[in-house]
């Protein structure tokens, strides 16, 4: 059973900063693309930012040049460095993995962990 547990979220004034990790866990042979996508209420669930396996980066135009997104494969787990936070980056933010267990290859995702910037 394959597990990505989420952690780092909280409250934090505008201008600030704040770092998200995701480490999976489980029976894993491999991670292909890992992820951030966030669900503000009332809205649709976005990609955030996102690493493929060989290390080729994604990120929303909303969050460049503030945000860096980074793994550890050695680890299994990935990172979100989110810095000069706005109220707009306010959500809901959710690990993402595409991983190969030893049966198949299946999309994983992380229970959340909420991101809350004051103005």
């Known amino acids: 059973q394959v597990q990505l547990v989420e952690s780092g979220g909280g409250l934090v004034q505008t201008g600030g900063s704040l770092r998200l990790s995701c480490a999976a866990s489980g029976s894993i042979f491999s991670i292909d693309a890992m992820g951030w996508y966030r669900q503000a209420p009332g809205k649709q669930r976005e990609l955030v930012a996102r690493v493929s396996s060989v290390g080729r980066l994604y990120y929303a135009d909303s969050v460049k040049g503030r945000f860096t997104i980074s793994r550890d494969n050695a680890k299994n787990a990935v990172y979100l460095q989110m810095n000069s936070l706005k109220p707009e980056d306010t959500a809901a933010y959710f690990c993402?993995?595409?991983?190969?267990?030893?049966?198949?290859?299946?999309?994983?995702w992380g229970q959340g962990t909420q991101v809350t910037v004051s103005s």
């Open positions: 993402n993995a595409i991983i190969t267990d030893w049966a198949s290859v299946k999309e994983y």
